[in-house]
């Protein structure tokens, strides 16, 4: 298993168990960076030490402060938002680059609206 899908199988089990998503943003708002290929992803971590090490650890996010989202609000608005504007969701980046899956939101959401 990659590190990316490590943080992806993390994510899926950790979000439910805290009830809540964390996201970063600072005064400009929530980043929403451009991949090689054109594709634009919002990141959300499913702990908030996730988000911080990236905060610290990544130049770009320095100065930004992590959000928490409640999972009710972030499953019926800011998916079907993020879909809407053509936005993918970045799945527990972390690292010195921020990297990680980047993935559609339906794909997403239907982690957490599946039967077992």
Same mark, same amino acid.
């Given at each position: ?27 400009? $708002? ?6 090689? @290929? /054109?594709? !634009? #992803?919002?990141? &959300?971590?499913?702990? +908030?030490? =996730? ?5 610290g ?28 504007? $053509? ?6 980046? @972390? /690292?010195? !680059? #921020?990297?990680? &899956?980047?993935?559609? +939101?339906? =794909?997403v959401?239907a ?6």
């Open positions: 298993m990659s590190l990316s899908a490590a943080h992806s199988a993390a994510f899926r089990r950790e979000a439910p168990q805290e009830g809540r998503v964390w996201s970063i943003r600072d005064a400009a $708002g929530y980043p929403a960076p451009e991949d090689e @290929a /054109g594709r !634009r #992803a919002m990141p &959300f971590w499913s702990k +908030p030490s =996730r988000a911080e090490r990236v905060v650890a990544v130049p770009a996010y320095r100065g930004f402060d992590v959000v928490e989202i409640p999972m009710a609000d972030w499953l019926d608005s800011w998916l079907p938002g993020l879909r809407q504007d $053509g936005l993918l969701v970045g799945v527990n980046w @972390a /690292g010195a !680059r #921020a990297t990680g &899956f980047d993935l559609a +939101p339906d =794909r959401a982690w957490f609206t599946e039967q077992p």
